[in-house]
């Protein structure tokens, strides 16, 4: 039994994130190795410190048993050691052969290239691994699991032996998991080590022969895949202790803030990806949404604030319809948004706090009008902000890419909050910032709260989900399984429901 | 102290580079640079040669303005140059056609410059907004079409009466009345200097780009749509996130730029009365160079035109003194452009550096008072 990787003490950090902390890995050569843990717990840093995509801060690696120090992809490549990322980086407009070879062409003579010697080399992965591929096709008439395939072929095309997959089911229909997983078998048949990443916790257990499982950066766990139940690792992942926020007595009103009506999505293909939601959120209530990512929370987020394609249904603010307004018409409606992602959607980086303060509400007093915007009026209510939600900056006019992650959060839930919202739609509200700034941003959605805000909050933290929430719906495949109470319900339970595991055991609430 | 020097330290490098290596390219093509600068100094420092820069400038700025609408928001609308084209014949046209008082009938032309070249404009933005089509390659083709196409063919079909003594000079669409020519501004000009000599005249269009330009700042830093419009450049996720609508956005940029660019024309129009049969091209093209130069600043597109209508100008007398070829000027503009360009980026990643260590500081010393 030989190791193929041992990681010890990798430490990286980020200004205001730790990422990596103290982490441990020992992936042993021929096996299937899943790496879980929540959003952010420090997997797709601990990966991309392994390819060499990011230098560790502390700590050693090895390869094979020999010490190596990668300053680049390049040195992870060199050392057997390729990566498939979640995204695909193929060109629809070349052949699977062309893309294969794309950036490793073999040739021949003044720069021509062997197409023939790379046929031949190509033949003989695909033989060896077991995986099969019509070389000549063009990518763009592939499927999504065969142009994964191809990507997969490309490591090993370049001499690749520990694959890192990166999420790899994350983009697949579960047919297409089924064949990735029988390709992952032959590779591991045929000599291959894979370690991948996933948090769908009954593909793991299906697939590895290993798992190690990060909690807030740190090895909390690694063991054989050898009567580990989904529980254990739903358990492991989101910690057992209590929760930290909490919502002590319900302020909870009769008034319907929000109501969602057999509301249909549509993502940016076209593929309804939401389907038939009911949900009220009163005023003075916070409804959590909890789910595994990518089971259409991001696109119920987008069908309320305005962006996303509604196929069905209708959304209505205090009884009034919104469903075709537009997202403006839906923010001086009092409708306030927390983003998933703060430097995505939240802010213009090379611009000063206070024009970002006044992003989204620069129609309405203080911060301008319909013709004009109000630049003192924005400096005021920005100093305002900065005070009462402790933004931390050397002054408002310096721009946001200054701030760390946590005063950015601090400078959007400011600006979404004072603005006297009635209904606000928070995604992952204190993703990725630390503990100091995340006891701030649930202070402040409480007494939003208290003041009759309503809010849907979406969480991947299941504490915070607990602790906030006066109520929690699961969230799967695009539809409401469950509705829990806050109260009564673990993270350990709530962990089962989203993998869908304890609905299979009629669980369902 | 620290953040003046840092941005005054990328024009003054970019200025100072820039004369290094034109005065290497004068010298391998043996000429002496000394006597080419001071020949051209010399040109720039009488009053008609200025009056010829500021000309030259004038539609250089506009259509530097026309760009950078487009640019603020990452719209890159190549097609300045074929809108203001369309926008020109047809105010000529217009204008032709009609007899109206003198300020009616200037107002006439210019609004139909503005409206034909901002409609031209719009094409590549319904074509973005609706098929999705990239605006540098719509604007690209609009232009082979607006000037390979449309214009050859309206220039023949609009073609004044030629008269009984046909000659080149009644080529172009039929001359517009004394009342729809735009004064010059020469007795402005005379308050605060001497009388221009050498029949120059200042072209009325000056005044009307510095309203331009005092507009353009307005509308960016103080309205609403100036912020929604720098806003989508910046980030347009979070714009849209913000409530400003994608499309609408990229539509009005694109028609308020090909407005401006409508102006772009009028200068010469001023002057020649008509649309003539070979109009002064490239105005477009120049327009990208000078907005890139003033970083889409007002203020910096103004200093831009004047220093490229500077070497344009000065450098027309390098013929008649033959201390060096005026091609000197292109390669400056170029090179000034390019090392402009790079400093401002150098200097930008110094600013932001600074910036981050500055907000960091505050983090680290607010830590220390409060005691773990």
Not at chain 1, 180 to 205: C, P, Q, W, Y
Not at chain 1, 463 to 490: K, Y
Not at chain 2, 112 to 126: D, F, H, N, P
Not at chain 2, 146 to 153: C, D, E, S
Request: hydrophobic residues 45%; contains cysteine.
């Amino acid at each position: 039994m030989t190791v193929a990787i041992e990681l010890r003490g990798i430490t990286k950090r980020f200004p205001g994130v730790v990422a990596n902390d103290d982490v441990n890995l020992t992936v042993e050569k021929g096996e299937i190795h899943a790496i879980c843990g929540e959003n952010g717990a420090g997997k797709s840093t601990l990966m991309k410190i392994l390819y060499g995509m990011q230098p560790a801060d502390e700590g050693t690696m090895k390869v094979n048993g020999e010490v190596v120090e990668f300053t680049s992809p390049n040195d992870a490549i060199d050392c057997g050691i390729g990566m498939v990322h979640q995204h695909f980086m193929l060109a629809d407009q070349l052949t699977v052969l062309e893309n294969v070879i794309l950036g490793a062409e073999p040739t021949v003579g003044g720069g021509r290239i062997n197409f023939h010697q790379a046929e031949a080399h190509l033949s003989k992965v695909t033989e060896d691994y077991g995986l099969t591929i019509d070389i000549n096709q063009m990518v763009e008439s592939l499927e999504v699991g065969e142009r994964q395939r191809v990507e997969i072929i490309k490591v090993l095309y370049r001499g690749a032996e520990i694959l890192i997959l990166d999420e790899p089911t994350a983009v697949l229909v579960p047919q297409e998991v089924e064949a990735l997983f029988d390709n992952m078998r032959e590779l591991k048949a045929s000599g291959a080590t894979i370690l991948f990443i996933d948090h769908k916790l009954d593909e793991v257990l299906e697939i590895s022969d290993s798992i190690t499982v990060l909690r807030h950066g740190r090895t909390v766990a690694t063991m054989k895949n050898d009567g580990v139940t989904a529980h254990d690792l739903a358990e492991l992942m989101v910690g057992s202790e209590l929760p930290t926020p909490d919502t002590s007595e319900s302020t909870v009103t009769d008034e319907v803030a929000l109501e969602l009506r057999d509301l249909a999505v549509r993502n940016e293909d076209g593929r309804q990806v939401v389907h038939d939601i009911n949900l009220r959120i009163h005023r003075g209530e916070i409804v959590g949404i909890a789910g595994v990512e990518g089971n259409g929370q991001g696109e119920l987020v987008d069908a309320i604030i305005g962006t996303a394609d509604i196929s069905n249904g209708s959304i209505a603010f205090h009884g009034r319809d919104v469903t075709n307004d537009s997202v403006r018409k839906r923010r001086e409606a009092g409708l306030a948004y927390v983003p998933e992602d703060r430097h995505q959607e939240g802010l213009l980086l090379s611009s000063p706090l206070w024009e970002n303060a006044a992003l989204g509400h620069q129609t309405q007093a203080p911060y301008g009008s319909t013709w004009w915007l109000d630049r003192g009026g924005a400096r005021e209510q920005t100093e305002r902000i900065r005070k009462q939600f402790d933004v931390r900056t050397p002054s408002i006019e310096v721009s946001a890419h200054a701030l760390s992650g946590g005063n950015q959060q601090k400078l959007i839930i400011g600006r979404e909050l004072t603005s006297d919202p009635d209904v606000l739609v928070a995604a992952h509200p204190t993703r990725g910032i630390d503990v100091g700034a995340q006891a701030a941003v649930w202070d402040d959605i409480r007494a939003a709260r208290r003041n009759g805000l309503a809010t849907l909050l979406i969480s991947a933290d299941l504490d915070e989900l607990i602790g906030l929430s006066d109520t929690i719906v699961v969230m799967l495949r695009g539809e409401f399984v469950a509705t829990l109470s806050p109260d009564e319900v673990t993270p350990r339970d709530l962990g089962a429901y989203m993998t869908g595991a304890a609905l299979q055991n009629g669980g369902a609430a | 102290m620290r953040k003046i020097s840092i941005s005054l330290a990328a024009p003054v490098g970019a200025f100072l580079l820039t004369l290094v290596v034109s005065t290497i390219a004068l010298m391998a093509f043996g000429s002496s640079p000394t006597e080419a600068y001071a020949d051209m100094l010399s040109h720039a420092s009488k009053l008609e040669t200025q009056v010829d820069i500021l000309n030259r400038a004038t539609p250089f700025y506009l259509s530097a303005v026309a760009a950078a609408i487009g640019f603020r928001m990452n719209l890159f609308n190549i097609g300045v140059e074929g809108q203001y084209l369309m926008g020109f014949l047809f105010a000529a046209q217009v204008g032709g056609l009609v007899s109206l008082p003198q300020a009616l009938h200037i107002l006439v032309i210019m609004l139909t410059a503005m409206m034909v070249s901002s409609l031209y404009a719009g094409l590549a933005g319904i074509l973005k907004t609706t098929r999705g089509v990239n605006e540098v390659i719509s604007t690209i083709m609009l232009n082979a079409i607006a000037i390979g196409g449309l214009i050859a063919w309206l220039q023949q079909k609009w073609q004044g009466d030629l008269g009984e003594n046909f000659s080149s000079t009644s080529l172009g669409t039929k001359p517009i009345d004394e009342s729809g020519l735009l004064p010059t501004i020469n007795g402005l000009l005379e308050l605060v200097t001497r009388e221009v000599g050498q029949g120059k005249e200042l072209t009325g269009m000056f005044l009307v780009a510095i309203l331009v330009g005092i507009a353009y700042y307005v509308l960016l830093n103080r309205t609403r749509f100036g912020f929604d419009l720098r806003a989508s450049g910046i980030n347009p996720f979070a714009a849209r996130a913000g409530g400003v609508p994608p499309k609408r956005m990229v539509l009005a940029a694109m028609m308020l730029s090909g407005a401006v660019a409508g102006l772009i024309g009028m200068t010469e129009l001023a002057d020649t009365g008509k649309f003539p049969p070979d109009p002064i091209q490239g105005l477009g093209f120049q327009g990208i160079a000078v907005a890139l130069l003033g970083r889409n600043n007002p203020g910096g597109m103004a200093f831009a035109a004047l220093l490229f209508a500077f070497l344009d100008v000065s450098s027309g007398v390098l013929d008649s003194t033959g201390a060096a070829s005026r091609e000197i000027a292109v390669i400056m503009q170029g090179i000034v452009l390019l090392t402009a360009v790079v400093a401002y980026g150098v200097a930008n990643r110094f600013r932001e550096r600074d910036e981050a260590r500055e907000a960091a500081e505050v983090l680290a010393a607010e830590r220390e008072v409060v005691p773990a």
